[in-house]
């Protein structure tokens, strides 16, 4: 009797804290989400990619494919969730709407514009990996086991950028619009950058990754450490390979980029849980996307231009949406001219590098370096 008792208490412990609220969401929502994320990485490196071998075109564009649909089909349990959740306490007041299916499709339409804004935000990080692959000689074998923990990195930095983010917006509602200012003068800046390749070895986060880590001048494998014989001592020490060279360049590069892509998801909306469903969705298929972009890069040369009035546009939702009765810009006008100006930018693009071009295999690199 008394263990049943016990089991009751535990299951009603365990039960009390699943549907406690976190960010505005039960924590069991939280948990399925990050379930999900993890056996779509498990499915990829157990069962796509269990052994190394080159990403063809083909197989790029199938995979990539296949995540697209997953995170636009994300979009129903979006609604889903919405159009039975409870308004009260919510964190972002475009979604404290009349009626649920109300509330339900502005989420959905604020997850798809977030979506949007990332994947193509996220593009600007395979210009910058593809040259740094090229920098360090990074076979294409071995690309994708960087990508993959690269990854992995990824989504625990963005959680915790998001969860900061989503405090200091909490507490104090004008960040929004040193969001806008910072968003709004980063597309000015993305606009007027000319077209030119960084020099890769002159790049101040490599060269100080060099100076602080002991790095064998070949590749040993797969490996990211090896075991060697120190020139000085004779004694076996641990160096690191150019693969974890390159994988930790992955990893500060995306902190790099998540300065603009965390207060541009924020100037969407403040809902945690659609700015980090968003953003993970538009990630996870990026490492997939990765070995067809670094194939045809030059094809996309005025997108940069696209992504910068995007910037502009957002950064300036802040403002205007003071304009508004509602204090906040539509969601739906949102949406329309988020997807106008990438769709344009892209159609733009391969219209006018329709019978080829120069190679500007990460001219939006240059952006950030």
């Known amino acids: 009797m008394v263990n049943i008792e016990l089991r009751k208490v535990d299951m009603d412990a365990l039960l009390g804290f699943l549907t406690a609220d976190f960010l505005g969401k039960d924590v069991w929502i939280w948990v399925a989400f990050i379930a999900a994320v993890g056996a779509l990485l498990v499915f990829d490196l157990g069962v796509v990619n269990r052994d190394d071998h080159e990403i063809g075109v083909k197989e790029s564009l199938g995979l990539s494919a296949f995540y697209i649909a997953i995170g636009l089909g994300f979009a129903g349990v979006v609604w889903s969730l919405y159009n039975n959740a409870s308004p009260i306490g919510s964190i972002d007041p475009q979604l404290l709407a009349v009626t649920d299916a109300e509330r339900a499709w502005t989420a959905v339409q604020l997850y798809l514009t977030g979506f949007a804004v990332e994947k193509t935000l996220a593009l600007d990080n395979v210009f910058v990996i593809s040259l740094v692959f090229t920098y360090l000689a990074i076979p294409r074998l071995y690309q994708h086991r960087v990508l993959f923990w690269g990854i992995i990195g990824v989504i625990v930095l963005r959680a915790l950028m998001i969860g900061l983010g989503a405090a200091l ?65 004779g004694k076996l020490r641990w160096f690191a390979t150019p693969l974890l060279l390159a994988l930790m360049f992955v990893e500060i590069v995306d902190l790099i980029f998540a300065v603009d892509s965390v207060p541009a998801i924020f100037a969407i909306t403040t809902d945690p849980y659609i700015v980090y469903t968003s953003n993970i969705f538009a990630i996870l298929g990026l490492r997939a996307l990765f070995f067809a972009l670094a194939a045809m890069v030059h094809r996309f040369q005025y997108l940069k231009y696209a992504l910068a009035l995007t910037l502009v546009f957002i950064g300036s939702k802040i403002f205007l949406g003071d304009l508004f009765e509602s204090g906040k810009f539509p969601a739906p006008w949102s949406l329309a001219i988020t997807l106008g100006l990438i769709g344009s930018g892209v159609a733009y693009s391969l219209w006018k590098t329709r019978s080829g071009g120069k190679s500007i295999a990460t001219t939006t690199g240059a952006l950030h370096g």
């Open 169 to 233: 917006v909490s507490q104090f509602s004008w960040v929004l619009y040193l969001f806008g200012a910072f968003l709004i003068l980063t597309g000015v800046m993305m606009f007027r950058k000319g077209d030119h390749e960084p020099d890769m070895s002159q790049n101040k986060i490599l060269n100080w990754l060099k100076r602080h880590m002991n790095v064998t001048p070949e590749l040993h494998g797969n490996r990211f450490r090896v075991a060697l014989p120190d020139p000085k001592t």
